[in-house]
């Protein structure tokens, strides 16, 4: 099992940078692929970009790519979001959610555990 707590969450103005950050449990960290995903009030749950197992590999959402970066310490047990030049839209939850042996997909149903989310919100 494990257990994923979200942080770094806050309020940023527009062009701004937040990294957030999402800690696991456990010490099996290193078999899991990781996702970001983020809801606004209103929206569907969407995928931001995902990381393989292996950590080699990463995807994104066309609506981020370029802006936001996600990479994993494994020795922290902690995957990362980078998020630069951040816009109004990119208001939203977000959290982490992981699958073991995970390609980092697209697809919130493939993950198995879910953090609680952290709130981002991007306002003059």
């Known amino acids: 099992q494990v257990q994923l707590v979200e942080s770094g969450g806050g309020l940023v103005q527009p062009g701004g940078s937040l990294r957030l950050s999402c800690a696991a449990s456990?010490?099996?960290?290193?078999?899991?692929?990781l996702g970001w995903f983020r809801q606004a009030p209103g929206n569907e749950r969407e995928f931001v970009g995902g990381?393989?197992?292996?950590?080699?590999?990463?995807n994104y959402a066309d609506s981020v790519k370029g802006r936001f970066t996600i990479s994993r310490d494994n020795a922290k047990n902690t995957v990362y979001l980078q998020m630069n030049s951040l816009k109004p839209e990119d208001t939203a939850v977000y959290y982490c959610a992981a699958r073991q042996w995970g390609v980092g997909s697209d697809s919130d149903r493939l993950y198995e555990h879910w953090g609680q989310g952290t709130q981002v919100t991007v306002s003059s």
């Open positions: 456990g010490r099996t960290f290193s078999r899991y692929g």
């Open positions: 990381i393989n197992w292996r950590g080699d590999r990463t």
